[in-house]
Each structure stands twice: as C-alpha cells, then as structure tokens.
Nanobody
Framework: QVQLVESGGGLVQPGGSLRLSCAAS????????MSWYRQAPGKQRELVAT???????DYADSVKGRCTISRDNAKNTVYLQMNSLKPEDTAVYYC?????????WGQGTQVTVSS
C-alpha cells in the first residue's frame, strides 16, 4: 500500500525559507508524478507544485519564482524548497500522488509564516 510521510514544516519569519520532504513507499516511485498541495484554515486545498516522473515541474502562480519542487528517485523522496515565504503561505502542506487506485495523501506538515 502507498504511504507518504511529509516532514520539514515549522515556524518561519516572513522572507525566510523552508524545505519540505515527502518520503514515499509502496510504489515504484520513479514511475509516478508527485505533487504538493496546501490547505489553509477555512480554505480549500490547492495545488502548489507538481513534478513528473521525468522531472518536469509546474507551479501555481502564487508560488512561481519562490518555490522549487524536486525529486530524488534513489531516496524515494520529493522535496519542496520554499523561499521568500509570506504569511499567506501559512498552511498544512500535503504530498500527493495519483496511483491506479486513486489519489494518495500524506498526513501533512504545518508551515507557519509569522513574525
């Protein structure tokens, strides 16, 4: 079964940086595209970034230029590097992949951007 475990969240000041990690198991990791989503309190979950099995990335307009998604297939891990963080980036960040059985989610990691 697919398991996704996020880490790396925390409290950071505006303008700061964080790198989130998501470790995957239960799949042939290199064959799947991966995504990062986020959900702020009282808000809908939104797509932040995606990376294909070949390493091609895409980003939501709200984070373009500030975030970089990457993957290390040898470690079965996808990353989200976030720079120039804003209070509006505060949310629970979720790692996700779409398997033949449906979309899979991690438990999430909290990112709080505040002074």
């Amino acid at each position: 079964q697919v398991q996704l475990v996020e880490s790396g969240g925390g409290l950071v000041q505006p303008g700061g940086s964080l790198r989130l990690s998501c470790a995957a198991s239960g799949i042939i990791f290199r064959l799947y595209g991966m995504s990062w989503y986020r959900q702020a309190p009282g808000k809908q979950r939104e797509l932040v970034a995606t990376i294909t099995s070949g390493g091609t990335s895409d980003y939501a307009d709200s984070v373009k230029g500030r975030c970089t998604i990457s993957r290390d297939n040898a470690k079965n891990t996808v990353y989200l590097q976030m720079n120039s963080l804003k209070p509006e980036d505060t949310a629970v960040y979720y790692c996700s992949l779409l398997s033949p059985s449906g979309r899979n989610w991690g438990q999430g990691t909290q990112v709080t951007v505040s002074s």
